[in-house]
């Protein structure tokens, strides 16, 4: 027995060292706060490149971002309160207010990809109405939205969530100046904007 007991456990350490290792997943409040992060640089990246006036310079802050946390930011089918952000004040650190004022186009939120997305579009310049923030989306695979948005420039971004290849797609200066049905068609990589 003092023989048989040694090798019993040498196989079992041996056998318990083959087994399969688990699927590594991604808690969602990960995918969130990097969404949300994203979406921050996006906006910024974009503010940045537009041109200023040269007459008066104003003094530049740096933004702080808030910390992530699950009532910041989440992603029933379609986010749109009047809550702003703790912090920051730029266009894409509040939510966009419900029924915006001034004019609006058509705007269809089209999924093209084979799994579902999450992400927002941001209205990051309006033309003059003083309405700007994010909207939350969430879509089904080949799924899409008809939400009136007002205008102005936006930009998007969104985590494809496919399984086998997952992805995210973004896209800026995605502006639309008229009141026909313009389409936000997410692809696997991109973003884009198409007239009507």
């Not at 933004?63 to 009047?82: E, G, R």
Request: aromatic share 8%; charged share 10%.
């Amino acid at each position: 027995m003092k023989k048989v007991l040694p090798l019993i456990l040498g196989l079992t350490v041996l056998l318990s060292a083959c087994g399969s290792k688990a699927t590594p997943t991604i808690d969602a409040a990960s995918v969130n706060a990097t969404a949300v992060a994203r979406a921050f640089t996006m906006a910024a990246q974009t503010q940045a490149a537009m041109p200023t006036a040269t007459a008066t310079l104003l003094p530049t802050e740096t933004p702080t971002l808030p910390p992530p946390s699950p009532t910041f930011f989440t992603f029933p089918t379609l986010v749109a309160t009047a809550t702003t952000a703790a912090s920051g004040d730029g266009p894409c650190y509040h939510v966009m207010m419900p029924d915006p004022p001034g004019r609006k186009f058509i705007a269809r939120i089209w999924n093209t990809n084979k799994a579902p997305v999450q992400g927002n579009v941001c209205l990051y310049q309006d033309t003059g109405q003083g309405v700007t923030g994010i909207i939350g989306i969430s879509l089904g695979k080949n799924a899409d939205i008809i939400l009136n948005l007002p205008f102005g420039c936006y930009s998007a971004f969104f985590w494809v969530n496919n399984t086998k290849s997952p992805s995210q797609a973004s896209g800026s200066a995605l502006c639309a100046n008229n009141a026909d049905k313009w389409t936000f068609k997410i692809g696997a990589s991109s973003v884009i904007l198409l007239p009507p």
